[in-house]
């Protein structure tokens, strides 16, 4: 599945986070190729979230390192990584609300062009930046609501905000927070068509509680339970394997599922 | 926030933004809420950038350019002492700005500007006793002596924000007017009198209140104007964004207290340009200049005008400084509680403070006016 020879674009090793005792991810070793749409499953306190974070760099690690395209970027906070082409989204859409979805989108670009300090001219004679940014929100369909408040969008509207955002960075490697969380039907539809659509050089990270948005977009699924990596392998091969059903597709006797888990404390 | 002030900083056509202290929208966004706090804006739909921005564009240029006019024309009508109290006002909405810039625009309360308006007004104070009664260069030593004392000061505040900030620039600006207070250097709590009047490009000393009222308004107007382009910059954005979500913007790859610690230090250059301006009009500066209660006058005129707004709060300043220094002798000394009066119901009936009063929601107003004197009429 994964080409070998290629430096993955991301790369976690031993990756461990714990809360005290409590270890929330166990040393995970997971390899993303570079275009790659990958996808991390898990039943509910699988660490999925801690992993997410961990790796986006909201939280620091307790061991095991990350490593974009081949580079140890474990100890940098998170805005130095989004710097380096790594960025997130969140579960609950972090946007500026005040200020236009244009301007949401234009604070993406500016960074990236060098332009975020630039005071000696008003920020729309900078053409090329204005632009960029309506390309973004074109491509997510929000050129419409260019110049409305950020805080009259609607939750779907939002998501589709924040991918105009990401992909504003000119990121690598995007991470979606369960992109789809809270979502009417129709805006699911809308939205896994729009991620679709996204840039093949790009390398997707996606959190999700939904499997058929995961088998519909991924090429590769990890599944994670108790903090560890329980199975990873294409779609079909995760829906047919046992320990995965047993786990998380819902075969499971309780008692199983109880006895393990009483079992790692 | 208006309509008209959103689709005017949106738009095409721009004011001459180097003339006008009072047509700066600030930009609609940014206007908006912090005054409160509690409101969120939702509204705000506009569709036209272009041709639709020119028309409130050019009326905003009138206003201005009519604000102007009349300020400066204030000493060929009015009596020296009217005159002297609108440069105070001038000099004093020129800290009012500097606290806007870090409390509307970037979200940071601030209640130690007075200690750079203080470095500012003592700088220029010395350097008139003692090197030169150049206005020019006294006004742009202070604006330097401000931006030095809020880079070698501001670097511990910027890395907090919110109750945090606030305390510690408290303590900055408690701290600096203690100083000012028993240096003896600097006259200690006498203060330092005995400034000779300004002159300018080495013409006659300007002893008449007209000619430094001229001069306090030319710089004045210089400094809204800066002010009102570094809002509107890309820079500006930065700083709005800062103010909307800080965690977001490191997530984009912002180093929020990087981008806090330059405003900081532009805060400081104009809240120092502001006192040497105060002092070239009152020719002495004392501690009491710079204490506490004008460090929180100046930030309840930003409540008051409406934060984020640029010309909102200088009109809140004008308004406290009248209230406080014209006002409360007629009023048997009651001036605070007024002030007090004032700011409950700002905060009660004007969340956006007088900045919000404009635009649509005015025309509103006259229109609603209109309809029912019209209906009276028929009736």
Redesign the interface.
Do not use: K, N, W
């Given at each position: 599945m994964t080409p070998q020879r290629v430096t993955p674009l991301l790369e976690l090793r031993g990756l461990t986070r714990s809360y005290g005792s409590l270890t929330a991810v166990d040393s995970v070793d997971l390899a993303l190729a570079p275009g790659e749409r990958h996808a991390l499953i898990g039943p509910n306190g699988a660490g999925k979230s801690t992993l997410f974070a961990t790796v986006?760099g909201t939280l620091r690690a307790s061991g095991g390192s990350v490593l974009l395209s081949g580079q140890d970027v474990t100890s940098l906070?998170?805005?130095?990584r989004?710097?380096r082409g790594m960025?997130?989204t969140?579960q609950h859409s972090?946007?500026?609300?005040?200020?236009?979805v244009l301007?949401n989108v234009?604070?993406?670009v500016?960074?990236?062009h060098r332009?975020?300090?630039?005071?000696?001219?008003?920020?729309?004679r900078?053409r090329h930046?204005d632009t960029e940014a309506r390309r973004h929100l074109d491509s997510v369909g929000l050129l419409g609501r260019a110049?409305?408040?950020a805080?009259?969008l609607s939750h779907g509207e939002r998501r589709q905000l924040e991918v105009a955002?990401v992909l504003a960075?000119e990121p690598a490697l995007v991470m979606f927070d369960e992109p789809t969380a809270g979502m009417s039907a129709a805006e699911t539809e809308r939205f896994v068509a729009l991620m679709e659509r996204l840039p093949e050089r790009l390398t997707v990270l996606i959190v999700e509680h939904d499997l058929d948005v995961v088998f519909r977009l991924a090429e590769r699924v990890t599944v994670l339970h108790l903090g560890k990596v329980l199975a990873s392998g294409p779609p079909e091969a995760i829906r047919a394997d046992e320990a995965v059903q047993r786990a998380y597709l819902g075969s499971a006797r309780t008692e199983d599922l109880f006895a393990e888990a009483g079992g790692e404390r | 926030m208006n309509i008209k002030a959103v689709k005017a900083m949106r738009g095409g056509t721009h004011v001459p933004s180097g003339t006008t202290p009072v047509s700066e929208p600030l930009d609609g966004d940014s206007a908006c809420d912090s005054g409160s706090g509690s409101e969120r804006r939702s509204g705000g739909h506009e569709s036209g950038t272009g041709d639709s921005a020119k028309g409130p564009g050019r009326r905003r240029a009138v206003v201005a350019v009519a604000v102007v006019a009349l300020l400066a024309a204030a000493p060929v009508v009015l009596a020296p002492y009217p005159v002297s109290a609108m440069s105070r006002m001038l000099a004093f909405a020129v800290l009012v700005l500097s606290v806007d810039l870090l409390t509307g625009v970037t979200g940071l309360p601030a209640l130690g500007q007075a200690a750079y308006f203080g470095a500012g007004a003592y700088t220029a104070v010395l350097i008139g006793i003692h090197i030169t009664s150049d206005a020019l260069v006294q006004t742009l030593a202070g604006l330097v002596m401000g931006l030095v004392a809020a880079a070698v000061t501001g670097w511990v505040a910027v890395r907090a924000s919110g109750i945090v900030f606030l305390m510690l620039t408290l303590a900055i600006g408690e701290s600096v007017h203690q100083v000012a207070d028993t240096w003896q250097a600097v006259g200690a709590s006498n203060g330092l009198a005995g400034m000779p009047p300004i002159t300018l490009f080495g013409g006659p000393p300007l002893l008449a209140a007209g000619f430094v009222h001229w001069w306090v308004l030319a710089v004045a107007v210089a400094v809204f104007a800066a002010v009102a382009l570094v809002v509107r910059s890309p820079y500006g954005r930065t700083l709005r964004g800062i103010r909307d979500n800080e965690a977001r913007m490191r997530a984009l790859g912002y180093r929020p207290a990087l981008a806090r610690y330059g405003v900081f230090c532009l805060a400081g250059a104009v809240a120092g340009a502001g006192g040497a301006l105060w002092a070239q009009q009152a020719r002495f500066f004392s501690p009491g200049d710079m204490g506490f209660e004008v460090a929180a006058l100046a930030l309840l005129s930003v409540v008051i005008g409406g934060p984020g707004s640029l010309w909102g709060p200088c009109l809140g300043a004008a308004l406290v400084l009248l209230v406080r220094d014209n006002l409360s002798a007629s009023i048997g000394g009651h001036g605070p509680l007024v002030l007090g009066a004032v700011f409950i119901a700002v905060v009660f009936l004007m969340p956006r403070g007088l900045a919000g009063l404009t635009g649509a929601r005015l025309r509103g107003l006259i229109a609603a006016r209109g309809a029912r004197l019209r209906k009276e009429n028929a009736s």
């Open positions: 986006a906070p998170e805005g130095e989004a710097r960025v997130r969140y972090s946007l500026f609300l005040d200020c236009s301007d234009a604070l993406a500016q960074r990236v332009v975020a300090h630039r005071c000696d001219r008003a920020a729309r900078f930046i110049q409305d408040m805080a009259a955002m960075t | -």
